[in-house]
């Protein structure tokens, strides 16, 4: 059965169609587990990293995080590598890579850990006591010697070379000079080039003046010339840089500086080798 409407629509008398049941969209949708795993799998050590990377602290984001509410577990071995273990929830722990080796030695071993033992560029005085204790110093070749001593002076201007020259006080040719010249005002301060024991203080008669002369063992020697005075006395024993005299002119000179030599086994060498 029809009904017809003035306009010349048609439409169906029958019932009318039932409403659209409405989508329920606050029901909790079935959970995809592999996501869930993902999750739970990049839960705390993302948000470490996370966190790191945004703000820019490093090492220090994990103090913050601490302070938040997180538990933070950190293993550190003493030495090795270590690698980061993630684990599942709120805490990120490092491992070492691998067990550390045990070290044994034989009960008669004799083990060195004084301080000379262990040289660095640091430690000249080590250098040269482990370079002594090798070999004597007349048998140490000149790459190993250099820069094993220090500076007699806080600057180094040479004046006359180790050698033979024309000898300043005669004029003469063929003077062997047995040491460096470097220039010194009178009364400047002469330093030990290394540690050692004071051997001599006094007048040298054959033109040295006042003298001083320390022993740094297995025959290698340092001496002082010309000095105005001295401040150690024999016996002593001094270290490396400390102030054991004044420049000055005494005895065969003809002016302020300091004659500076170096002795192995009683025989003079150029110093600038050991310098």
Request: hydrophobic letters at 35%; charged letters at 15%.
């Amino acid at each position: 059965m029809t009904t017809h409407y003035s306009r010349g629509r048609r439409r169906a008398a029958g019932p009318a169609a039932a409403p659209r049941a409405v989508e329920d969209h606050t029901a909790e949708r079935p959970r995809d587990p592999q996501r869930e795993a993902r999750r739970r799998r990049r839960g705390a050590f993302r948000q470490v990293t996370d966190f790191a990377a945004a703000s820019g602290v490093g090492q220090k984001a994990g103090v913050a995080l601490a302070a938040t509410g997180l538990i933070l577990t950190v293993t550190v071995p003493a030495t090795g590598p270590i690698m980061a273990d993630h684990q599942p929830g709120n805490s990120v722990a490092a491992v070492s890579a691998a067990p550390q080796p045990e070290i044994s030695a034989a009960a008669g071993a004799q083990i060195d850990f004084s301080r000379s033992s262990v040289v660095t560029q640091g430690d000249p005085d080590g250098k040269l006591k482990q370079l002594l204790s090798a070999q004597s110093a007349g048998s140490i070749t000149r790459a190993a010697s250099a820069g094993s001593l220090g500076a007699p002076l806080a600057q180094l201007i040479t004046a006359s070379p180790f050698g033979f020259r024309i000898s300043p006080i005669t004029g003469g040719t063929g003077d062997f000079h047995r040491g460096q010249d470097y220039v010194a005002q009178c009364g400047t301060s002469v330093l030990a080039a290394a540690s050692g024991t004071v051997t001599f203080v006094g007048w040298h008669q054959y033109g040295g003046g006042n003298r001083v002369v320390i022993d740094h063992g297995n025959g290698l020697e340092t001496t002082y010339n010309h000095l105005s005075s001295a401040s150690v006395t024999v016996g002593q024993t001094v270290t490396r840089g400390q102030v054991v005299a004044l420049s000055g002119t005494t005895g065969a000179s003809t002016g302020c500086h300091l004659h500076f030599e170096v002795q192995v086994n009683g025989e003079v060498v150029d110093p600038t080798g050991w310098l």
